[in-house]
């Protein structure tokens, strides 16, 4: 059908700006010889995992299980839960996807590595175990260092486990506002994770996977001569709040385009400089501000509750009346992207593709 004709609210995809972003870090990857294993919390939909794997991707990481379970469901070979799992229930289920593909998680605790090593020998298989190292972030992860070295140590002396790598990623690098502060945080990860990789070596133990890096950072982690996986997921789609981080020459960032909007009818007109669509908080994430209005100028997103946005509509704007499509950029595209069921994938102005977001809600 024409996208004028998609009932409302609807995520819509660019597909035509989606391949482009898909192909441009394929080619990072190429150039650099890192290999890129996509973040599946951006889109939770296997058909999407599956075309980045097509274009060399090594596999996927995710956060929770219920992702994992979906994407081996999907078809997906390679999964790394870049996380923590805690909790008898949660590694048995993900040692028992072990049976159909390769499946590796995070550690930061000798504990966690006891109980994923029960886990895996309940199946008989053998789960690749990752330490994380905490190289600013502040969230999980051990020490770099030692502290490191001492957990790896006992993963390889774990029945049912083997020493993964690392998991070194710097999330709050990911948004701040220049280039070179980016910059400068991720060299001091950089050096934190090399110092620790050699002192793996020492031990004896290699390091097949020194993971981390996102969508704001890659092209520091990628020419580093350490990390050897990326693990960028809103590369795909872009949002708002990536595309106000300053660029290397520009204040905005515009490695990747636009591609995923949020499709609004226009549902009151009460007046001259007031429109109000049906999209709101249930269609998009607010947390990272309101969502830009893509195409027109002069209008923007003043205010959003449950089921309307409402919208300024400048002087110079072109004239909106009700039964209007208005795309919307979201702030944040990964909750944005849990609040719907389906992709509308869109090209030449008519519907192509629907794509099931088959890991929405999977936060187990």
Known sequence: MPVGDVDTPALLLDLDAFDRNLRKMAEVSRRTGVRVRPHTKTHKCPV???????????????????EAEILVAGGVRNVLVSNEVVGDRKLLRLAALARDAE??????????????????????????????????????????????????????????????????????????????????????????????????????????????????????????GVYNELQVGSYVFMDTDYARI?????????????????????????????????????????????????GLDDV???????????LRVGAGAKPLKLGDKVWLIPGHCDPTVNLHDWYVGVRNGRVEALWPIAARGCSH
Not at 252 to 274: G, I, K, N
Not at 300 to 310: F, K, L, P
């Open 300 to 310: 923007e997103v003043t205010g959003v509750s449950d089921e309307h946005g409402r």
């Open 48 to 66: 999407i995992a599956m075309k980045q794997i097509e274009l060399g991707a090594v596999g996927q990481c995710c956060q929770k299980v219920g």
């Open 103 to 224: 499946i590796g998680l995070c550690v930061d605790a000798p504990e966690q590595v006891e109980a994923a090593g029960r886990a895996a020998r309940e199946f008989g298989v053998e789960l690749a175990a990752l330490v994380e190292i905490d190289v600013g972030m502040t969230r999980c992860g051990v020490a770099p260092g030692e502290p490191a070295v001492a957990l790896a140590k006992q993963i390889a002396a774990t029945r049912g486990l083997r020493f993964g790598g690392l998991q070194a990623y710097h999330g709050t690098a990911q948004h701040l506002p220049t280039w070179g502060e980016r910059e400068a945080a991720i060299a001091i990860a950089v050096e934190k994770t090399r110092a620790t990789v050699a002192a793996l070596a020492a031990a004896g133990l290699a390091c097949p996977i020194v993971g981390g890096a996102g969508t704001g950072t890659f092209q520091f982690e990628s020419t580093s």
């Open 246 to 294: 300053g660029g290397k020459t520009s204040n905005r960032y515009d490695e990747f385009d636009h591609s995923l909007f949020v499709l609004a009818t226009v549902m009151s007109r009460p007046t001259a400089d007031r429109a109000v669509v049906d999209a709101g908080l249930k269609s998009y994430s607010m947390e990272k501000g309101v969502p830009w209005v893509h």
